[in-house]
């Protein structure tokens, strides 16, 4: 039986311990990469704060690591906390605006067009690149039935043309009405109302 040197002995401890420290560190690297991959699947859904979660547990580790891994964890970090701040500055204004267009289209139907103004302007404001001005229409009215009662409403039709060879405008179309009184919003998705109109008789 060989008996080994004492620098023998200590040289096959070096090694040993060095194959468990690369065992060791490729464990932490998958833990990473593994932490890595569940944050990049939060932040396609926009569950931030569980991405950031994951990244914490990826830096704790990568700090056992080379730079380069704390640095793309880090890196990936800051990327999703920019993410989460610009969609909760995007809901901010989208709630901004949804808010002071009810109120300037309140105002406009109360007949404050000032005040109304100072409204559209906060929206114009927070997304300018969104909109359109086009002056406000004077719609027709008809009598409509309203809890029993017959009152005028706002107005405004929409005829049906089938275009072809030649063209063909409708017998009727879609009639938009403002349900309110003296409010000019017939869009449905504003509070307005809509009926089929059919013309039964031509002079």
Known sequence: MQRLGAAAVRQLRRDAEDAERQRVARGV??????????????EKAQKYDEALARLASAEALAREL????????????????????????????????????????????EGKPSEALL??????????????????????????LCDGEIEPRHVDLRPF???GASSYVS??????????????IVNSSQGGG?????IVEAD
């Open 161 to 163: 043309i089938l275009s």
């Open 29 to 42: 690297r998958q833990d990473v990469e593994r932490f890595m991959r569940e944050a990049a699947d939060f």
């Open 194 to 198: 809509s009926k089929d109109t059919w």
């Open 119 to 144: 409204k559209f302007r906060v929206v114009l404001e927070a997304d300018p690149r969104n909109w359109v001005a086009q002056p406000i229409l004077s719609l027709s009215t008809v009598p409509t």
């Open 66 to 109: 080379d730079p380069g891994t704390l640095r793309s964890v880090t890196e990936a970090r800051e990327r999703v906390r920019t993410d989460q701040k610009n969609a909760a500055d995007a809901t901010e204004r989208t709630q901004r605006i949804e808010r002071n267009l009810s109120e300037a289209q309140h105002l406009l139907e």
């Open 171 to 184: 017998a009727g179309g879609l009639t938009r009405v403002a349900l309110r009184k003296g409010s000019l």
